[in-house]
């Protein structure tokens, strides 16, 4: 049975949220995060305990001791070589969420590698053609392994560096704790798969419960957030501060303001803004995470000292990354994909392992989603396209429920919506889809071999919301 939690999101958690708070002075600098510079490195994937809360150890899944993972990072245009090593007792792969990687090195079970055993190991390498913010989690039933731990941030740095004082990354994290603060352990529960997926009661800010994120007073920082949830949408807000915003997932875009506004990333986004710490000396400027249901501070900025100055210019655009935008429309290719299922949906029955099989049949097996009349993975591919085609996508998602899908090895653009053309979209690799949309996506299918296009909200995945496609 789903705990209260999956029912009211914020309410067991926010006590003890903050309770705990109150508590948390934070070291100098932000906790929770080690960066590393490498272009060799060890990742060991081992079961591990983390703190939560001052007098809880939490049962995780650790790379290399913690959550998150060590963020990587590595000049544009290099190459990464990662040694993962499986200290777990289940199989698991790495994901490097975003990068228009060899498809050998994608980490899809199955479909790039085989998964890796208790005890192996796997040597990823790769060259990372883009500059920006991008993650590495499991692609291993990610649905329970990413939420025990299983990601971190991966930091691709521009040739030039970008003009800022600080670069500080705010990757959020919603866990779905018990009442005595382990982790929930009922993964793949069928009503998180059939409704909004797996939410949870504690938000973490890089690892940590309510942070204190330690800058300066006229300082302009660079923060690389991202939404590492299973299936939370995330909506921020920097209260006194008015970020702009310089990329998505990855890839740059023309310098805009939030304002006040706020910032929505669904799972698996990254967004990265610019910020003028505006607030005095001394004081302490919560970040908010805002839902239906009220407002939840999830970490302070700290001015912890003045430079003097004050900015407000608009911060440079990052150089543009080499990603073939020429669309060509006329001469696309064309694949039509529905999206059917989920609680109150009208999916009376779908193919799953190569059998048609009623909605009784399906969630015995946990399939609640399909994509084509498709639940999982089928045998063929949405669609085949020749290197360097146009793909156009026409996607309709026909359930009540929002999804967040995501496409490997490419970055897209969602030209329509709902009939309207959306001339000045940004290029993407995950977008937010909501009840009974109607998008149309577009991108160069430049990147030769099997790739997989899903949703990010990892129970819905794992309910069938998967399918792939082949570039030869
Ligand atoms: Cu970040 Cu297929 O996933
Ligand atoms: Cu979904």
Not at 28 to 43: H, K, M, Q, S, Y
Not at 178 to 204: E, K, M, Q, V
């Amino acid at each position: 049975m789903p705990n209260a939690s999956s029912a009211e999101p914020f309410s067991p958690g926010r006590r003890r949220f903050l309770a705990a708070g109150a508590t948390a002075a934070a070291a100098i600098g932000w906790p929770g995060i080690r960066a590393v510079r490498a272009d060799d490195f060890v990742l060991t994937a081992a079961a591990a305990t983390k703190r939560l809360e001052a007098a809880h150890g939490v049962p995780v899944y650790a790379y290399n001791g913690s959550v998150p993972g060590p963020e990587l990072r590595i000049r544009q245009g290099r190459t990464l070589r990662v040694r993962l090593k499986n200290r777990l007792d289940v199989d698991t792969t790495v994901h490097w969420h975003g990068i228009r990687i060899a498809n050998a090195m994608d980490g899809v079970p199955e479909l790039t590698q085989d998964a890796v055993a208790p005890g192996a190991e796997f040597e990823y390498g790769f060259t990372v053609p883009d500059a920006g913010t991008y993650w590495y989690h499991s692609h291993r039933f990610s649905f329970e392994q990413v939420e025990r731990g299983l990601y971190g941030l991966l930091v691709v740095d521009e040739a030039q560096p970008y003009p800022v004082d600080r670069d500080i990354p705010l990757v959020v994290d919603d866990w779905r704790l018990t009442g005595d603060g382990a982790i929930d352990p009922l993964f793949g529960d069928l009503h998180d798969i059939s409704h909004a997926g797996r939410l949870g009661n504690w938000i973490t800010v890089n690892g940590a419960s309510l942070p204190d994120i330690d800058v300066a007073t006229g300082e302009r920082i660079r923060l690389r957030v991202a939404n590492t949830a299973n299936a939370r949408i995330v909506t921020l807000h920097f209260r006194g501060h008015s970020p702009w915003v310089i990329a998505l997932d990855g890839q740059p875009v023309a310098p805009f303001t939030l304002g006040g506004g706020k910032l929505t990333l669904a799972p698996g986004q990254r967004t990265d803004l610019v910020l003028d710490v505006a607030t005095a000396a001394g004081s302490r400027t919560p970040i908010d995470l805002v839902d239906q249901r009220g407002v939840l501070t999830i970490a302070h900025l700290s001015a912890r000292g003045d430079t003097g100055t004050a900015r407000s210019d608009p911060p440079p655009a990052l150089p543009v990354n080499p990603l073939d935008t020429n669309l060509d429309l006329d001469a696309a290719i064309r694949a039509e994909l529905t999206m059917s299922g989920g609680a109150m949906g009208n999916m009376q029955s779908a193919r799953f392992e190569g059998r048609q099989m009623p909605i009784r049949e399906l969630v015995e097996h946990d399939m609640a989603w399909s994509m084509n009349g498709v639940a999982g993975m089928g045998e063929a591919p949405l669609f085949t396209a020749r290197r360097g085609r146009t793909v156009i996508i026409d996607l309709f998602n026909d359930n009540r429920w929002p999804h967040a899908m995501h496409v490997h090895g490419h970055h897209f653009r969602v030209i329509e919506r709902n009939g309207e053309p959306l001339p000045d979209s940004p290029w993407r690799d995950t977008t937010l889809v909501q009840g009974f949309d109607r998008i149309r996506m577009a991108f160069v299918a430049d990147n030769p071999g099997r790739w997989m296009l899903h949703c990010h909200m990892l129970e819905h995945a794992a309910g069938g919301m998967m399918t792939w496609f082949e570039v030869a």
